[in-house]
């Protein structure tokens, strides 16, 4: 530099190589003026907004269509045939097939599921390519439908195959009667297997109907139990008539006040 010449500026063009391979982070968005909310209490109100009205919405629900009850359960009953919540109706299914239960259960409980849940799992290491509309990705396409198709279909079959009449009676919750065990009814009802399908105490079992509060009268009861009802086959009572009257009257006074 000299004197009376002006100045003159050197600067350096290097870029130091740290810096050109920072990433790229998009704007705070403080830089966008009007279209931010402060956290309180603006955007948390609307949020316990939301959350109250699916809150309300779910209390009425629980208020018009009550959850179903059943009587209490009981181990002694063999007969009694569980039936899971709506989301596991389709592994319910897969187990009535006979390649999947009986001797082969493992497979329908463990192997199979094991498959498919591991085939969704896999899905995103076997099909890493960078396309996101479904008609470029045929492999995770076809898995995901497949599975769909599965549930949809086993969760349907269970539903229409499943005896709901009888599922209904089988857990029904019955009053409570007090039987005298040592009356010549019951002694009848115990040498005629009664009691091996309806239960010690007659509150119904192994798809038997409860033999308390029937609404019956004797003439009823004692024809069902000559000629049969439903599932129960006729020729089952092997007393006399003076024995069948006796059974027919005692079923027919169980519950009455």
């Known amino acids: 530099m000299h004197r009376g010449k002006g100045m003159k500026f050197v600067g350096d063009s290097r870029v130091l190589a740290r810096e050109s391979r920072k990433p790229m982070l998009p704007k705070d968005y403080s830089e966008y003026p009007g279209k931010t909310e402060a956290f309180w209490p603006n955007f948390l109100l609307k949020e316990w907004m939301i959350g109250a009205v699916f809150l309300v919405g779910f209390l009425c629900l629980t208020v018009a269509h009550p959850s179903p009850l059943e009587r209490i359960a009981d181990p002694t009953d063999t007969g009694y045939i569980p039936l899971p919540d709506w989301y596991f109706l389709f592994l319910y299914q897969l187990l009535k097939y006979s390649y999947a239960s009986g001797p082969y259960t493992v497979i329908g409980a463990m192997v199979i599921p094991g498959l498919a849940f591991g085939g969704l799992l896999l899905a995103p290491f076997i099909d890493r390519g960078p396309e ?76 038997a109907p409860p033999l308390t509060n029937t609404g019956l009268s004797a003439e009823e009861i004692a024809k069902i139990a000559k000629e049969g009802k439903g599932s129960m086959p006729g020729g089952i009572f092997k007393g006399d008539d003076e024995q069948l009257k006796k059974l027919s009257e005692f079923i027919a006074g169980l519950g009455k006040e």
């Open 132 to 207: 996101r509309r479904a008609s470029k990705r045929p492999l995770a396409t076809g898995f995901m439908l497949l599975a769909l198709a599965a549930i949809t279909f086993l969760t349907w079959q269970s539903v229409v195959t499943h005896d709901w009449e009888a599922a209904k009676r089988q857990g029904q919750i019955v009053e409570q009667v007090e039987i005298d065990k040592s009356s010549e009814g019951y002694k009848i009802a115990s040498e005629n297997t009664c009691v091996s399908c309806h239960g010690d105490n007659l509150q119904g079992g192994a798809g």
